[in-house]
Structures are given as structure tokens and as C-alpha cells.
């Protein structure tokens, strides 16, 4: 059965009922944040105690998140824009087989990862002890989302039309790929850059190995938030990750959905 505007009561009442399910263990994760003692429930009251001790000893780690999910945005596009062009123009066996090398730090377990790193770059004390080597660990592990996005599109055979019309008219590999075919995928590029500020911004596995007590990210601070065995403490931290990092990709999603109308004809 469906209303006069087309939608079905009950895919909307399976939707709210699932949506439900999901959210339900957040807010009550979220609401122990704000009670004095969770076992006794709101009888025993309201403070703000535990999000102010969560600010005060782990609110450096808020900026270094985000800045650390920015730089791997930053060298994934740098890096992989060019990639996925070179491998969408290519269809020889080694470029199918860089491919799939690329993909392997996704099914790979980030704490094997982690270990390579560790095993490779380690013994460079000065580059092992800062966020550099955790962005490192980062771009290894989100490049594969923005290359097999991007060379997706890439790969449309509109493309290859529109890239051999300007070479025609003289244009210099520089100019087609900046003026051309960059601008053609934005959209794709856009979102390969929202993933790979989302996956940055969250990632654990990899981060926990590869930190220091110096170079703390948002979700090592989670972990070491319920380490504490106070239910309180890492539900205030959850809270504190939350409403740093929602509006943050609500902002982006935001930009995204703009430009997307801008370039769209």
C-alpha cells in the first residue's frame, strides 16, 4: 500500500524501526556521559564532571585528529588523482596487479600493518616518534578508496572523447588533465575525499600500534577512555568524539552537495 505521494507506510516504519535498533545503544552510551554515577541511573544526578576530565586530559587529541585526517585527505589527492588516471589508461597485466597490491592494506588486519610499518621505519627515531608515521599508516590504508573511485571515473568512455578533442586542439597533457579531465570527475573526487576523512578520522587498529604517548589520535583516546573502567568517562569521551566529528562531515557533506550543483549541468 502506498500514500497519495508514492511511499509506503511500511518501508517507512521498517526504516524508523531499524534506525531505532542502531541508534538506541549510542544514546544510551551517550546519556551515561551526563549522570553521576551510571549504576544508579539519573537518581543519583546530573553533571558535567566526566566530559570536563575527558576535555582536560585528552582535548589535545581533538585537533591532532583532525588535522591528521586533513594532511591524509591532502596526500591521497596528491597522490591518488594521478594514480587513478595512469591506471584507468592502462589495461596491462602490471597495472591490473599494482591494482590489486594497492587494495591489500583494506583486507589486510591494520595491526599487520601496523607491524610493517613498525619493522620498516621504526629504527627512524625521529620520524617513528611524531604523526608523520601515523600518517603514513593512514594514507596506506585509505589511498585504495580514493584510486578505485577516481579511476572509475576516469575510465568513462566520455572522457577519452573529451581528453582527444583537446589534445587536438593542441592542449599539453597539463592542461587536459588540470582543465579537462580533473574538473569532469570532481564529483568522484569529492567523495573519495570524504571517505578518506571519515576512515582517517576513525581509524584505531593501525593508529594504536603506531602511536606514542605524544602523538594520541581521538579514537586512541577513546580506547584509553574505557580502559579506565568507568562507564562514565569513555561514554563522556564518545559524547566528546561525537560532537567533534559529526559537524565536521555534516560541513562537508554540506560542501560536497554544493558543489556538486555548481559543476552539474
Known sequence: MK???????????????????????????????????????????????????????????????????????????????????????????????????????VAVPGLATALALLLAYGGYTGFRQGFGFILVGHVVFTLPFMVRGVAAAFARGELRALDEAARTLGAGFGQRFLGVLVPAVLPAIVAGCLMVFTLSVGEFNLTWMLHTPLTRTLPVGLADSYASMRIELGSAYTFVFLAVVLPVLWALQGCAAWLQKRISP
Request: proline share 4%; aromatic share 10%; charged share 10%.
Open 3 to 105: 500514500t497519495a505521494h508514492g511511499r509506503s507506510p511500511w518501508l517507512a516504519g521498517i526504516t524508523a524501526a531499524v534506525a531505532l535498533f542502531l541508534l538506541a545503544p549510542m544514546a544510551v552510551s551517550v546519556s551515561a556521559a551526563f549522570v553521576v554515577n551510571y549504576s544508579r541511573g539519573i537518581a543519583s544526578g546530573f553533571t558535567s564532571r566526566w566530559l570536563l576530565q575527558v576535555w582536560d586530559v585528552y582535548g589535545q587529541t581533538v585537533a591532532a585528529s583532525l588535522l591528521l585526517a586533513l594532511a591524509c585527505v591532502a596526500c591521497t589527492l596528491v597522490l591518488g588523482v594521478p594514480c587513478a588516471w595512469a591506471l584507468s589508461q592502462s589495461r596491462s597485466r602490471l597495472a591490473r596487479v599494482f591494482e590489486e597490491l594497492l587494495t591489500l592494506p
